[in-house]
Structure formats: structure tokens, C-alpha cells
């Protein structure tokens, strides 16, 4: 789905009430009006521009180096946005990266939509923080909201044993992903209707490009086969794979890969084009012993 | 009844003919594998720079070095020059392939490269895993190069034409090869080209379990319109454009922009923070990518899983 970036419209007002009194008395009250409020006006308040479509992330929030639990981030990637959200921080926080600008704004200006996006509402008074710095291993971005130093990066590596809830949880890309694949129906309740105990362990790394497209796929089908003989098992390995021993003993090279147990005994697995579709690839091994 | 003992002498023409028939035949392979090579003659010097035969550092001549052989070789085969002055060095040539071939199939079966690192003798346009390599160049190099021994007669003169004609040509396709990156030769010198289907892009060969295919790797490709720039992320010219690219990018509904890169997570992540891409950024493998392009950023349209257009740059002036 694409999002797009709105723009706020200047409103014209016109009078159309003919003016019976001479003009002088209040243009002269009108620039003295002016006057005050450029005078009092915080040079670094502005009303900013509407900006929808905001997903939500696995991004983990510090602020003065401690996490900030319960932190919600979101991400407008047309707008190249991300919004910050926490108890503890005294506003929300936007980072508009393209213009290398942090600012906060008024809670009242963002909107929770019904399917979990949310949006800058039109009007938001933005208080400007100044710019942010890429950090030093480059997962994130560090700045300063009223003289308190905030990181937002991305989280560490899931490592171990996870259900799908975890990856879910871990970041929200995995789940919208996961409703975005449907696995084929035929072959779904093929796989219901067998009857050995199966269990897939899928190898993965949150940090891995190609997992994020294919591990939701076979999250689709982990979904789709709840209540059956099949079981699914995801293990996060840590970047570079080589030193974790699970990896190791089951003698995994490359991520993602899907390792189909029947009856506790190794029945193939799945790699590389298996992951196309991947419920085909469970049967074929189910059936023929490849994938 | 007596029946004739085997003769191999010139006398018997169909010796000769063999003779002629097989160093043709390894004329024209030699030939075939330097245009590979000549049409993208930067992949063929960071394959002797990934081989570490760039001797004093000096890859791009002795890639040239190479190539003018290679084509001298080629054209004096292709003649019919069967002399030792030619056959001599064309042998160490082909030892030398197989040497490298033989080295990468050993490699291989060692678990020290995986198998897309095969001998790129053919450029881009083959797709040889160490072993295919190894084979099929020991039958097309050995067995027309020991044929090519049989039914020779005695060395005449010297062919003073033959040789000149052969320098002229070797210096023309040497100057082919110095202009080639500048010539519109992308969807001939490269796998990636109108028709070809996302399911054939891939890194691995068939017979590979571990084959990763770039509809499996992406499936949206498999359905409706996406130009996808091919792209290692730190192109001055890509930078520049991204703006524009993130701009038209928010303006579409119906295509999708991606960029495929094989750069690393770091660059990646790098791009990411500070260029902010309203566009989809995809990590492929190099070797699925490698064989895409000659140099870099390059593009392509894919509708409905099939390549339908490509650009020699960024798509800009076609959105």
C-alpha cells in the first residue's frame, strides 16, 4: 500500500460586508497586534504540514541511555518520517530525516487509526529540537529533546527459540507481511489432513534482507495450520551465523532455512526457491522427500 | 584377405579435414568466450583481480594482455593456421583455463568457494557452476585441441596476409573492447534483457537446492508493474536522483519502485538513515546480481514476473 505525504492548504478569507468606517483606526491596531505576536512568538514554534500513514516498527527507544519501555515508534516511509511516542518522554517526538530535523508536537495532533497506522493531524505546533546524528554502529539515530539525549535504533538481534508471536511482537513488518501472503488453500488442508508429527524450525536472522521477505510467508502458513500435526519452531541466529551452536550442530550455512522434522527424524529442507511457496515445499517434502 | 592398416597420415583427407574441422571449431570457442569478455571488460578485470592475476597490480593490462591472445589465437585458428607457433601457445592457454577451472572445481569440492564463484571465461552470459566449468572446458578446449594435432602437413612459408589481416583484427576488437562500456551492448553482454522472465534471474544453477531465484526472493515481481534499479547504493548519480526517485515514488499508485543492491548491511542501513527512500530497498545476493549489469546504477521494468524493459541507468527520463 502506498502512502502519501499531504500538504497542508493556506486558507483564504474574504470579506464580502462593505466597510463604512475609515480604515486607520484598525489597520493601526492590527499592526500593533502583529508587532506583539512576532515579538512574544517562540522562533522555533511552527504549525506543520499533515503527515498520514504512520506503521508501526521494531525500533527500541533510550532516553539518557535507559530504555524507554512501552516506547511505540512508527515509520512514514513516503514521508521519510518516524514518530515517537512515550509516557516519558513530555511530548511526541517526530524525526523528519530528509530534512535532518527533530521536533515535538502536541499529543491532541495524532490520530490512531482503526488499522493500527496513525497520522500527524493538520495544525500540529512544532517545537524545533535541531538535527540528529547517525550512531556509531549505524542502527539508529541519536538526539536531543529538551536537553535529554534520546537514541532510537533497531532492536538487538532475536536470538533462540521464538513462536511467531515473537517475531510479531519483535517487529509489526513480519505480521503485516505474514497478511499479506496466502498460502495456497489445496494444499493447506492437504498438510491438515496428514497425520505424522511434523515440526518445522525455521533458521532465521532478524538482521537478514532475504528473511524479511520469506520467513512472513511461512508465518502465513504456521497461521493457517494451527490445531494440526504440524508445528512450527523459528530460531533467531546472530549475524554471521557461523558462532552459534545450534547453527553448528544442525549444520545451518545460510538464512533463512527451514528444517522439516517427521517423527523426530530429519526429513529435508527447505532453501533457497523452496521459500516461493513454502507450504508446497513442506509437502513435497512430506510426500517425495524433497522440497 | 588383408585388411588396410589405420593411416593418420596427411595423405588421408579426412584426417586433414578433421584436423582443420577441429581447430575451427577451437578458434571459434576462443573467439566466443573473448566477445564475453570483450563486451564487459570490467567484470573480466575484477575476475583477474579475483583470481590474483593482476600481476604488479596491474589488472587492466594484463587483462587486455589477455584478451588480445585470446583473439589472436582465435582468428589464427579460425584460419586454419595449424603451425607450432600457434598451436604451442594456444596449448598453454588452454592449460592455463583449466588450470583455473580446475582450481575453482577444487576450491569448490573443499568447501572453500560456493559454486556461482565459477571461472567466468564466457563473461556474464554463461551461468557455470566450478564443476560445469571444469568439465566442459576439458571437452571443448582438450578434445579439439589434441585433434586439431592430427593430419598437419609441413609448414610452408610464412602467411604473411593471414597474419596481418589477424593483427588488424585482434587491434580492432581490442579497441571494441577499450569502448565497450560506452556502447549500448547491456542486454547482450548481460543475463538480464526484455523477456526474460524474474524465475530466471537467479544464483545457483538448477541443481542446486540452495538456488535462490529473484521471484522467490521477491515475490510481488510476480504480479503487476515495478521498476526495480539495480544499485550498490554510493553511485554519485544515484544519490543525487534520490530525491527525485522518492518524489515519483509517492506519486505512484500502480508502480513500484525498488532498489536491488548487494551492498552490505552497513551500507544499507547507512542509506536508509540518511537518504530516508520512500522506496523499497531489497538486499539480493551479488551473485544474482553480479551477472545483471556491466556498471552500475542500472535498471528494469518487470510486469507481471517478466522483464519488459531495461535502461542502461536510472529510469528516470521513462517515469
Given at each position: ?10 486558507f ?57 519501555k ?9 514521508a ?39 497520522d ?17 554502529d ?11 539525549t534520546?537514541e ?21 513488518h ?13 494444499i ?29 510467508r ?30 553448528g550442530?544442525?549444520g ?10 517427521v ?6 529442507r ?22 | 584377405m ?41 567484470s573480466?578485470?575484477?575476475?583477474i ?24 589465437l582465435?582468428?589464427?585458428l ?6 607450432w ?6 596449448a ?6 583449466l ?30 557452476t ?21 593430419g ?29 562500456p560506452?556502447?549500448p ?12 522472465g ?12 540452495e ?6 526472493l ?102
Amino acid at each position: 500500500m502506498r502512502r502519501v505525504l499531504g500538504y497542508r492548504k493556506s486558507f483564504l478569507i474574504r470579506t464580502t460586508r462593505p466597510l463604512r468606517k475609515p480604515l486607520g483606526g484598525a489597520l493601526c491596531a492590527a499592526a500593533a497586534a502583529l508587532l506583539l505576536v512576532t515579538m512574544t512568538a517562540d522562533p522555533l514554534l511552527a504549525a506543520g504540514p499533515p503527515i498520514f500513514g504512520f506503521e508501526s516498527v521494531g525500533f527500541e527507544v533510550t532516553l539518557n541511555g535507559k530504555e524507554l519501555k512501552g516506547a511505540e515508534v512508527y515509520q512514514a516511509e513516503a514521508a521519510g518520517a518516524f514518530l515517537i511516542l512515550s509516557e516519558e518522554l513530555a511530548a511526541p517526538v517526530l524525526l523528519r530525516l530528509r530534512d535532518g530535523q527533530v521536533e515535538t508536537l502536541n499529543l491532541m495532533k495524532v490520530n490512531h487509526n482503526s488499522n493500527g497506522s496513525v497520522d500527524v493531524l493538520a495544525g500540529a505546533t512544532l517545537a524545533a529540537q535541531g538535527g540528529f546524528q547517525v550512531n556509531a554502529d549505524r542502527t539508529g539515530v541519536v538526539f536531543m529533546v529538551d536537553t535529554q539525549t534520546v537514541e532510537m535504533k533497531e532492536k538487538p538481534p532475536l536470538l533462540g527459540s521464538q513462536q511467531a508471536a515473537g517475531l510479531k511482537a519483535y517487529d509489526p513488518h513480519y505480521e503485516r507481511t505474514a497478511e499479506a501472503y496466502s498460502p495456497s488453500d489445496p494444499i493447506v488442508e492437504k498438510l491438515r489432513e496428514q497425520d505424522k508429527d511434523v515440526k518445522v524450525s525455521v533458521f532465521f536472522g532478524t538482521w537478514c534482507g532475504a528473511c524479511k521477505q520469506m520467513v512472513p510467508r511461512i508465518m502465513a502458513v504456521a497461521d493457517r495450520l494451527e490445531g494440526s500435526k504440524i508445528t512450527f519452531d523459528f530460531y533467531g541466529l546472530p549475524p554471521g551465523i557461523a558462532g552459534d551452536p545450534e547453527a553448528g550442530r544442525m549444520g545451518i550455512q545460510a538464512v533463512p532455512t527451514g528444517v522439516v522434522f517427521v517423527d523426530g527424524k530429519e526429513a529435508g529442507r527447505i532453501s533457497g526457491n523452496g521459500w516461493r511457496v513454502p507450504e508446497l515445499a513442506i509437502n513435497n517434502l512430506l510426500v517425495n522427500g524433497q522440497s | 584377405m588383408t585388411t588396410k592398416p589405420f593411416d593418420s597420415s596427411p595423405s588421408q583427407p579426412w584426417i586433414r579435414v578433421l584436423g582443420i574441422a577441429a581447430v575451427v571449431f577451437l578458434g571459434l570457442v576462443f573467439l566466443v568466450a573473448a566477445l564475453g569478455k570483450a563486451m564487459d571488460p570490467v567484470s573480466f578485470v575484477e575476475q583477474i583481480r579475483a583470481e590474483r592475476l593482476d600481476f604488479f597490480g596491474l589488472a587492466e593490462a594484463t587483462a587486455f594482455m589477455a584478451l588480445g591472445l585470446e583473439i589472436a589465437l582465435g582468428l589464427a585458428l579460425v584460419t586454419g593456421l595449424r603451425r607450432w607457433w600457434v598451436l604451442a601457445p594456444t596449448a598453454a592457454l588452454v592449460a592455463f583455463f583449466l588450470f583455473l577451472s580446475g582450481r575453482a572445481y577444487w576450491r569448490f569440492e573443499h568447501g572453500l568457494i560456493d559454486e556461482t564463484e565459477a571461472c567466468g571465461c564466457f563473461g556474464n552470459l554463461l551461468n557455470r557452476t566450478p564443476k560445469e566449468a571444469f568439465w566442459q572446458d576439458l571437452w571443448l578446449l582438450v578434445v579439439p585441441l589434441g585433434l586439431s594435432l592430427v593430419g598437419r602437413g609441413k609448414e610452408g612459408a610464412l602467411p604473411k596476409r593471414r597474419l596481418m589481416l589477424i593483427g588488424l583484427l585482434t587491434a580492432a576488437a581490442l579497441v571494441f573492447a577499450w569502448k565497450a562500456p560506452d556502447l549500448p551492448l547491456d542486454d547482450l553482454a548481460t543475463r538480464l534483457k526484455p523477456g526474460v522472465g524474474v524465475n530466471e534471474i537467479c544464483a545457483g544453477s538448477e541443481e542446486n537446492p540452495e538456488q535462490l531465484c529473484l521471484d522467490a526472493l521477491v515475490s510481488d515481481f510476480s504480479d503487476g508493474r515495478h521498476w526495480v534499479v539495480l544499485s550498490d547504493l554510493d553511485e554519485p548519480t544515484f544519490l543525487e536522483a534520490v530525491p527525485q526517485l522518492n518524489e515519483w515514488s509517492t506519486s505512484q499508485s500502480e508502480t513500484k519502485l525498488w532498489i536491488l543492491t548487494a551492498a552490505s548491511a552497513e551500507a544499507v542501513s547507512t542509506f536508509q538513515w540518511t537518504q530516508a527512500p520512500a522506496f523499497a530497498v531489497q538486499e539480493a545476493p551479488y551473485a544474482m546480481l553480479r551477472p545483471l549489469h556491466r556498471r552500475l546504477p542500472r535498471s528494469f521494468l518487470v510486469e507481471d514476473g517478466e522483464v519488459t524493459r531495461t535502461v542502461s541507468d536510472l529510469p528516470l527520463t521513462e517515469f
